[in-house]
């Protein structure tokens, strides 16, 4: 079945810089990807998704990159502030017809002010 | 935004008891998950449930687990009998359809400890 391996799983950077995080998977046929945040205490909010389709998407500070051929997700901070600070996981679903989602492990970003 | 609360938020039972928890998911939602984490390891699926049924379920959901959501109350999870592999965050979601097309909201969590 899918493996999704997600790093690092800590990252702490400056406010200002960037960061980014990746998850591999390994089932070529996997359609949908998304990332999610969990601040402390509280639940995963989604941050953003895309389909197989995309390999690029912008939104509010956040760049998901998607490269099929190395079946690889990224998720890019740009100017990390200390309101980022969480985990966030990624997770991917094996087709547009699937209930369930693959996490990965989680990266515990710490943005220092 | 829209907000799955899940009720308590830490548990504890003695191995062999009965435990439910609670999960009280976005009001015109149709569909509803489980998700399993054990600590330092990844958030697993469990389950999916819609219209009175399980739709999928994985491995991890043994036959001593049931769901239900009752009369549009609670979306629930019972484990009868616990297990000490049972202790984990168990996380509730739900969605107006397939994750794929709609956005899943998740709960914080409830932490079960089973002794």
């Known amino acids: 079945g899918e493996q999704v391996e997600q790093r690092p799983p800590h990252l702490s950077v400056r406010e200002g810089d960037s960061a980014i995080i990746i998850c591999t998977y390994t089932?070529?046929?996997?359609?949908?990807f998304s990332w999610y945040k969990q601040e402390a205490g509280a639940g995963l909010q989604l941050l953003m998704s895309?389909?197989?389709?995309?390999d690029r998407k912008e939104e509010q500070g956040l760049t998901v990159l998607l490269n099929k051929k190395d079946k690889r997700l990224s998720l890019n901070l740009t100017a990390a502030h200390p309101g980022d600070s969480a985990v966030y996981f990624c997770?991917?679903?094996?087709?547009?017809?699937?209930?369930?989602?693959?996490f990965g492990s989680g990266t515990q970003l710490t943005v220092m002010p | 935004g829209p907000k799955v609360l899940q009720i308590p938020s830490h548990q504890i039972i003695d191995m062999g008891q009965m435990v439910t928890l609670n999960c009280d998911p976005v009001?015109?939602?149709?569909?509803f998950y489980w998700y399993k984490q054990i600590l330092g390891q990844q958030m697993e699926f469990l389950v999916n449930?819609?219209?009175?049924?399980?739709?999928?379920k994985s491995k991890l959901f043994k036959d001593q687990f049931s769901v239900e959501r009752p009369d549009g109350s609670y979306f629930t999870l019972k484990i009868q009998p616990t297990a000490l592999e049972d202790s984990a965050v168990y996380f509730c979601a739900s969605s107006l359809g397939l994750p794929s097309q709609n956005t899943l909201y998740f709960g914080a969590g409830t932490r079960l400890s089973v002794l």
């Open positions: 089932d070529s046929a996997t359609a949908y």
């Open positions: 009001s015109n939602h149709l569909y």
């Open positions: 895309v389909l197989s389709n995309v």
């Open positions: 997770a991917v679903s094996a087709s547009s017809g699937s209930w369930q989602l693959i």
């Open positions: 449930f819609y219209n009175g049924k399980v739709m999928e």
